[in-house]
């Protein structure tokens, strides 16, 4: 099966930044490489376990969404209704180069009140 380079490009053109990111990151990913290099790196499985920086992905925000949204402006501080668009917009990015720690406590913050989360 050839791939309809075409049909894709016209399809990412329609894609939001985040999703777009998110893509990227798929990618590399399931492929692993690197957008800035065109090979995998030697010891790029040593560099993904020693990680210090987590992004924080709000995946789903479940049959709780003003719950989330309540959580996510408490996160990040936004108010009700840049917090109500950023769950509106889910998958999203919720807190980008977090601590271990920050991350974990987000994610668990967040799944209390029955949200999905992803730490990329």
Same mark, same amino acid.
């Given at each position: 099966?050839?791939?309809d ?16 990111n998110?893509?990227?990151? +798929?990618?590399?990913?399931e492929?692993?490489? !690197?957008?800035?290099a ?7 499985g040593d560099? +993904?376990?020693?990680?210090s ?5 709000l995946t ?15 996160? !990040? ?21 977090a601590?271990?720690?920050? +991350? ?10 029955? +949200? !999905?989360?992803?730490?990329?």
């Amino acid at each position: 099966m050839a791939l309809d380079t075409d049909k894709i490009i016209e399809e990412l053109k329609g894609a939001s930044i985040l999703e777009l990111n998110d893509l990227v990151k +798929a990618i590399e990913d399931e492929f692993d490489v !690197t957008a800035a290099a065109p090979v995998a790196a030697a010891g790029a499985g040593d560099a +993904a376990a020693a990680k210090s920086e987590f992004d924080v992905e709000l995946t789903d925000a479940g049959q709780e969404k003003v719950k989330v949204i309540k959580e996510i402006r408490d996160i !990040t501080g936004k108010g009700l209704l840049d917090a109500k668009k950023l769950v509106d917009g889910a998958p999203v990015i919720v807190k980008e180069g977090a601590s271990e720690d920050d +991350a974990n406590k987000i994610k668990e913050q967040l799944e209390g009140v029955g +949200a !999905t989360v992803t730490l990329k």
